[in-house]
């Protein structure tokens, strides 16, 4: 349930065009509905703008399938499962219209309808291996209701690859980047734009790269200003911030 649901709903019960008692059964599983297993968090939407994410990692395909139908009874806007097979897709469509599995991404994501969409976030990755966590910063942004561009592959053992594509950096509102490694891109590119700059290290590399710490340890001690730094392979983290960010930028001061 979003603000716009909340408000229509209170609206229709002070018109009489819906009952106190049926109100009251929209609202019984706020602020969350106990499952025993899970305690899914209702409320959320009205809170932050968007529903609780699925975490699919650990959890049984059945668990899965009964929070995604539980949250698609509440939920307003889209919804949204990371880290799941293919296996836990094909569960939730058999019981769930209007799902989508991107593969590469690993994310499931129900669609609710249309959404206009707003500012510019531009997703880059230091390499191709790198994509599948990109895929996961960009695909969640779009769901979020970002406008969402791609610029693959743009690491800086080839910087001119990048800098050739200066006009895409100037113009972006917000920007992801996507990096194993050493880690590097994130700094060249804080250095060049005054846009927030969300750096994301992947586990990408070789034995000294410890699965993507040297990345996170680089980024973290970036030389740039304006750089934040989410986990290793966390592309849903960064989409969803970049998300926000991009937000604030709608609102008027």
Do not use: W
């Amino acid at each position: 349930m979003n603000e716009k649901s909340l408000r229509d709903l209170l609206i229709g019960i002070q018109h009489h065009e819906i009952s106190v008692d049926a109100g009251l059964d929209k609202l019984k599983d706020l602020p969350f509905e106990d499952l025993g297993f899970a305690k899914i968090d209702h409320h959320r939407q009205l809170r932050q703008g968007f529903p609780e994410v699925i975490y699919s990692a650990g959890k049984t395909t059945e668990q899965i399938v009964t929070i995604v139908e539980k949250l698609a009874e509440r939920a307003d806007n889209n919804i949204l499962a990371t880290r799941a097979n293919h296996d836990v897709y094909e569960a939730v469509a058999a019981r769930i219209p209007n799902v989508e599995y991107y593969d590469l991404a690993r994310l499931i994501v129900i669609r609710r309808g249309e959404q206009e969409k707003r500012g510019h976030i531009l997703v880059l990755s230091a390499g191709t291996s790198d994509l599948p966590v990109a895929e996961e910063a960009a695909i969640t942004a779009e769901v979020m209701g970002n406008r969402v561009e791609r610029l693959y592959d743009t690491g800086v053992a080839g910087i001119h690859r990048l800098l050739s594509q200066k006009d895409k950096l100037y113009a972006a509102r917000v920007i992801i980047v996507v990096a194993g490694m050493e880690g590097a891109l994130a700094s060249v590119v804080g250095g060049l734009i005054d846009k927030p700059v969300i750096a994301v290290p992947t586990s990408v590399g070789y034995g000294a790269s410890f699965g993507g710490l040297a990345a996170l340890l680089a980024m973290l001690n970036s030389c740039a200003s304006g750089l934040s730094v989410v986990n290793i392979d966390n592309g849903f983290g960064a989409g969803y911030q970049a998300s926000l960010i991009n937000k604030l930028g709608e609102v008027d001061v």
